[in-house]
């Protein structure tokens, strides 16, 4: 019987359209535009200047602080301008732009093939490499890998949880990338797992996904310490604190780190990375998007440069439907949607999904019929209805008491409601106010 | 029969009674004592509890009225000068000369001049669209259209106008108690000395952003050209953030910079029309229909 | 780009649930019952149902339209229920003007002044039936028999419902000994033959809709269950102790509005706690209240009065109950 965790969750309509195509190679755009804040933390400095000439995986931008992370060309070119654009953010940022000629790599970086099993730097040193690398968690969250890899004193971490869930629609990177680089996941995960001095590693896959979890079975058996178990389909199950219980039965409490349970969470999209940067040497300027949509004509996994517009991701796949009324980065619970498709694909672009127009359209509001599907839905059994109307009504102490602050935003509750209600908009809105105003008392 | 009621009678007289008494005791044992003139003060206010004087109602003004040594800094803008006077008739104390102000709304970013590049679908909130992203324009800096400052204004001093997609405000009604500039995640609203016959001119415009990214964005932009400010004889007009800002205080309504506004973001409101040889191309931005 | 974007923060999906598909989905849950009514009360069973589902979508209409002056939404269904849920709860043969007036209680004065769908903290449905039980007690308790169709809608010949006879007879100091022969059979009872309220008669028709709404997962489990298992332990410590005065579980549950009561009226949405734990103390309260009120109270039947009851409850048990949320820390843990 798989497992799964024990609260709440939707099961929206898998639309994996692309799960089995296999993962192709995008050809470099002519120009790409790289922002310097891809990662949850600190944007990181610009270290080039207009005009200069940078390689493929060439550092053009440094980490800022500890949860920070560093920044590498994924093209060879010049740098035209340092100007400003709308990311996924929804607003400006700045970024570099790079005009590409040919494609020269950093010669460090190794283009063999050839997989590497073979561990041979030292905890340390596999940290180093990561900040270095820029790796970030590439599941979507983009939190500095390097940052969960240090664990701080007096905390311990008995077992590594490598997400390989991948519970959104539409999204099949994550699947192919298992299916087609799973031993480099595996030695990844080994990586990953010398860092963090544990010895167990659990890979969570849904089963959806049979194929993936039969192949890396089968891989896992020479990888020490490592197993594969198959989940119950159920969103969102990708959800840190949701797979940690679903795997390991542990609760992380409110407010905490998976590392107060002893454990931490990686997703198989950075164990690949992690393998590319230990043992090739290579920094994270290229990742697994992709492209999909009911009308597309192409939909498909592409293997990106970071900074690569996603018009140029759409061309590929066979070009912009007429009926496009919505573009989302990412899946369509968690995803952001973009207003323009110059927005450049970055570390936490995990998809790209073109949604037709009578989909792109939120259905009309009508009253809350108090139906409770909403506290049904939430995997952290929080009352969403209330929190928008505490939110609505700006009554933040009452909000916060009713624990706000938990959401993990996965959308579950909007998804689910009857009358079309915008909860988790206004749960978002409420959910900032109320940090704000806790941070705002600590300062105190 | 009739001793049913008898008893029915007694008893709940009775009961009626040790409640009355048990009732005046508590009632004095938890007396708070309050300064009678509390209770007259908040007779003479509004009682609109818009908190436009930064209170949270008028009864915690009241409080404040009657503690406070002089009334510098307190103001009720919903009363004004009356109001104010007459409570400081009643406590003895001297109200400061406060000029009538009045709300602005620092765009001019319609569709026609600030084309829209994308649809907002979420909930019908500025805030929320403001946390998500830029806007249905490209200007990151300009109205969002979702009516927060209208839902805000207790006094129905503002509407949406349907073609503009902007709020208008209505002079007449306003009281500036500025619950508009505190609803607007963008601020961008602003708070203007009232001028006589209501006059203003203002730079219609918050985009801090450079001329060329501003001007791509909105047509009537402020790209901070530096024109106004030379136009300007009476040093009102200064340049801060890429956007031009008129000093109520030193400005004249001399007119003067309207019409060297290369983008026409400058605005004059309640004007006569001027003498036909100067061509005006500022936007007619008073659509109230009070006026 | 011509081509201008939807934005809107996430989620960018949702679900194929809506407001009307769930009361459609109720009106589905309830066919069952209504067919099993004209199955055995013929024309009267027709006539009522129609008139009251159109009088309540009627004043519905209206209220909205001329009164509230806001877009209508009788399309949403929730009137429909309603309308449906009264006509269940009424003799097949009570004249029409009580029925329109049940109607306009039900949708005017319990739902429409709370400000409509989602706002009244009562059941319209059974507000307006209690109403029309107080006001028209004569021809709201007296029974027709089942006779399909038979009989005509006016001149059907009526008796009284098996919790009247159990009421009265014990009233008259006769032991349940004795009523057992008046009563129907169980089997009887399961499957309608008896005379009562059109929809609560057959208790298989209920199980039906109930299984369809378990299915559809429009409701869930915790209310009816909570509902007929309190009741089922309750009279079964008072049939133990007694059985000469009271009556076995199995009757309690098949005689009467329990069926419906607690598949059908107790789960309205707008009226019922929102959360597990609240649905569970919510359904213990209705089931112990309707027999307190069987046993001890003056009218034979309670269901109504108990769902009315703990309806007043609701607003409090959301505001205290809360469910036991993820990663809530214990205490000292
Ligand atoms: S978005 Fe927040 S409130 Fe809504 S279901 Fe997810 S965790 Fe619960
Ligand atoms: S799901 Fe929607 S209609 Fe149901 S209780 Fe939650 S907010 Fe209300």
């Given at each position: 019987m798989p497992k799964t965790f024990p609260i709440g969750g939707v099961h929206p309509p898998e639309n994996k359209i692309t799960a089995d195509t296999a993962i192709e190679l995008l050809p470099v755009p002519s120009s790409v535009v790289i922002p310097v804040s891809q990662h949850i933390g600190a944007p990181a400095a610009i270290i080039v200047n207009k005009g200069d000439y940078v390689k493929t995986g060439q550092k053009i931008a440094e980490s800022k602080g500890f949860v920070s992370s560093n920044i590498h060309s994924s093209v060879s070119g010049k740098v035209n301008k340092i100007d400003s654009i709308i990311d996924t953010s929804g607003y400006k940022q700045t970024a570099v732009f790079i005009d590409v000629e040919g494609d020269e790599w950093v010669e460090t970086i190794d283009r063999n093939s050839e997989i590497i099993t073979e561990v041979r730097l030292s905890g340390e040193e596999i940290i180093k490499k990561c900040l270095e690398s820029g790796i970030v968690g590439l599941g979507g969250a983009t939190f500095p890998s390097h940052v969960k890899l240090t664990v701080p004193a007096g905390k311990k971490c008995d077992v590594l949880i490598i997400n390989g869930v991948e519970c959104e629609p539409y999204l099949t990177s994550d699947h192919r990338l298992m299916l087609e680089k799973g031993e480099e996941i595996l030695t990844g995960v080994t990586i990953l797992m010398k860092a963090l001095k544990v010895g167990k590693a659990l890979i969570g896959i849904e089963n959806n996904k049979t194929d993936a979890i039969n192949h890396l079975t089968k891989l896992a058996t020479i990888f020490s310490g490592v197993t594969v178990h198959a989940l119950k389909v159920k969103y969102p199950q990708g959800a840190e604190k949701q797979l940690i219980k679903a795997l390991i039965n542990r609760e992380v409490p409110s407010g905490r780190l998976p590392l107060d349970v002893g454990t931490v969470v990686h997703n198989v999209g950075t164990a690949y990375a992690v393998y590319e940067a230990v043992q090739k040497n290579k920094p994270l300027f290229e990742r697994v998007v992709t492209i999909t949509g009911k009308s597309l004509s192409r939909p498909g996994n592409y293997l990106v440069r970071i900074g690569t517009p996603v018009s140029w991701l759409i061309e590929a796949a066979g070009g912009m439907p007429e009926d496009t009324g919505k573009i989302v980065s990412g899946g369509p619970l968690m995803g952001k949607a973009i207003n323009n498709a110059d927005v450049p694909v970055v570390k936490g672009t995990s998809g790209v999904i073109l949604l037709p127009k009578d989909e792109s359209e939120r259905m009309e509001i009508s009253r809350c019929i108090r139906c409770g599907k909403c506290i049904e839905a939430c995997a952290l059994n929080l009352e969403p209805y209330l929190l928008m109307t505490l939110s609505e009504k700006g009554l933040f102490e009452k909000a916060e008491h009713e624990r706000i602050t938990d959401c993990m935003e996965c959308g579950s509750c909007s998804y689910i409601c009857p009358a079309g209600r915008p909860l988790l908009d206004y749960i978002r809105l409420g959910k900032t106010a109320v940090m704000k105003m806790v941070r705002e008392r600590n300062m105190k | 029969?009739?001793?049913?009621?008898?008893?029915?009678?007694?008893?709940?007289?009775?009961?009626?009674?040790?409640?009355?008494?048990?009732?005046?005791?508590?009632?004095?044992?938890?007396?708070?004592?309050?300064?009678?003139?509390?209770?007259?003060?908040?007779?003479?206010?509004?009682?609109?509890?818009?908190?436009?004087?930064?209170?949270?109602?008028?009864?915690?003004?009241?409080?404040?009225?009657?503690?406070?040594?002089?009334?510098?800094?307190?103001?009720?803008?919903?009363?004004?000068?009356?109001?104010?006077?007459?409570?400081?008739?009643?406590?003895?104390?001297?109200?400061?000369?406060?000029?009538?102000?009045?709300?602005?709304?620092?765009?001019?970013?319609?569709?026609?001049?600030?084309?829209?590049?994308?649809?907002?679908?979420?909930?019908?909130?500025?805030?929320?669209?403001?946390?998500?992203?830029?806007?249905?324009?490209?200007?990151?800096?300009?109205?969002?259209?979702?009516?927060?400052?209208?839902r805000a204004c207790a006094f129905d001093a503002m509407y949406m106008n349907s073609e503009t997609e902007l709020p208008v405000i209505i002079d007449d009604k306003c009281v500036a108690c500025g619950a508009c500039v505190k609803a607007c995640p963008r601020k961008i609203i602003e708070l203007r000395k009232k001028a006589k016959k209501d006059r203003k001119i203002y730079v219609s415009c918050s985009n801090c952003e450079k001329g060329g990214p501003a001007r791509r964005a909105c047509k009537v932009t402020c790209i901070a050209c530096g024109k106004c400010v030379k136009a300007c004889e009476f040093d009102a007009i200064t340049i801060e953030n890429n956007l031009a800002y008129i000093d109520t205080n030193k400005c004249t309504f001399c007119r003067k910079c309207v019409t060297e506004c290369p983008t026409s973001c400058i605005i004059e409101v309640n004007f006569p029309p001027r003498k036909p040889r100067i061509e005006v191309q500022a936007e007619v931005v008073n659509d109230n229909p009070n006026v | 780009m011509s081509n201008i974007l939807n934005v809107s923060p996430s989620p960018h999906a949702h679900g194929k649930e809506t407001t009307k598909k769930l009361m459609f989905g109720v009106v589905v849950a309830l066919l069952p019952a209504l067919f099993t009514s004209i199955f055995y009360f013929g024309y009267g069973a027709i006539i009522v149902t129609t008139t009251s589902v159109i009088s309540c979508l009627a004043f519905e209409y209206l209220i909205q339209?001329?009164?509230?002056?806001?877009?209508?939404?009788?399309?949403?269904?929730?009137?429909?229920?309603?309308?449906?849920?009264?006509?269940?709860?009424?003799?097949?043969?009570?004249?029409?003007?009580?029925?329109?007036?049940?109607?306009?209680?039900?949708?005017?004065?319990?739902?429409?002044?709370?400000?409509?769908?989602?706002?009244?903290?009562?059941?319209?449905?059974?507000?307006?039936?209690?109403?029309?039980?107080?006001?028209?007690?004569?021809?709201?308790?007296?029974?027709?028999?089942?006779?399909?169709?038979?009989?005509?809608?006016?001149?059907?010949?009526?008796?009284?419902?098996?919790?009247?006879?159990?009421?009265?007879?014990?009233?008259?100091?006769?032991?349940?000994?004795?009523?057992?022969?008046?009563?129907?059979?169980?089997?009887?009872?399961?499957?309608?033959?008896?005379?009562?309220?059109?929809?609560?008669?057959?208790?298989?028709?209920?199980?039906?809709?109930?299984?369809?709404?378990?299915?559809?997962k429009i409701i869930t489990w915790h209310i009816p269950v909570s509902i007929i298992g309190s009741i089922m332990i309750f009279t079964l410590i008072l049939w133990l102790?007694?059985?000469?005065?009271?009556?076995?579980?199995?009757?309690?549950?098949?005689?009467?509005?329990?069926l419906l009561g607690a598949i059908f009226m107790a789960t309205d949405y707008v009226t019922s706690p929102m959360n597990p734990k609240s649905m569970i103390i919510y359904g213990c309260g209705i089931g112990i209240l309707t027999v307190i009120i069987r046993v001890w109270g003056a009218y034979p039947e309670g269901v109504s009065f108990a769902i009315l009851i703990m309806n007043a409850f609701v607003p409090l048990m959301n505001a205290y109950i809360k469910p036991k949320r993820f990663g809530e820390e214990v205490k000292n843990g």
């Open positions: - | 029969m009739s001793l049913t009621v008898l008893i029915t009678i007694i008893s709940l007289s009775l009961l009626a009674l040790i409640s009355s008494v048990i009732l005046y005791f508590i009632a004095q044992k938890f007396k708070v004592f309050e300064d009678p003139r509390i209770d007259e003060v908040q007779a003479i206010l509004p009682a609109a509890n818009c908190g436009g004087c930064g209170f949270a109602g008028c009864r915690n003004f009241a409080e404040a009225l009657v503690k406070a040594e002089t009334f510098e800094g307190l103001n009720c803008p919903v009363g004004g000068a009356t109001v104010m006077g007459s409570v400081a008739k009643l406590l003895g104390k001297e109200a400061p000369v406060v000029d009538p102000m009045v709300a602005v709304l620092l765009c001019n970013g319609s569709p026609e001049f600030r084309p829209r590049t994308s649809k907002y679908n979420g909930a019908s909130d500025c805030r929320i669209s403001h946390n998500l992203y830029i806007g249905e324009t490209d200007c990151s800096y300009g109205c969002l259209g979702l009516a927060d400052c209208v | 339209k001329f009164i509230f002056r806001k877009p209508v939404t009788i399309t949403d269904g929730s009137a429909l229920v309603t309308g449906m849920l009264l006509a269940f709860n009424l003799p097949s043969n009570i004249p029409v003007f009580i029925i329109i007036v049940g109607s306009f209680v039900s949708i005017a004065i319990a739902k429409m002044t709370f400000g409509g769908l989602g706002n009244n903290p009562f059941n319209p449905a059974l507000v307006g039936r209690v109403f029309m039980l107080i006001s028209f007690p004569v021809q709201m308790t007296s029974w027709p028999v089942p006779a399909g169709f038979s009989t005509g809608y006016a001149d059907a010949v009526t008796g009284a419902t098996p919790l009247a006879i159990i009421k009265e007879g014990l009233k008259n100091g006769e032991s349940l000994s004795q009523l057992v022969t008046q009563i129907p059979t169980p089997s009887q009872m399961f499957l309608g033959n008896m005379g009562g309220s059109m929809g609560e008669v057959a208790a298989f028709a209920l199980l039906i809709g109930f299984a369809y709404l378990l299915i559809k102790l007694n059985p000469e005065k009271n009556a076995d579980p199995m009757f309690h549950i098949l005689a009467g509005g329990v």
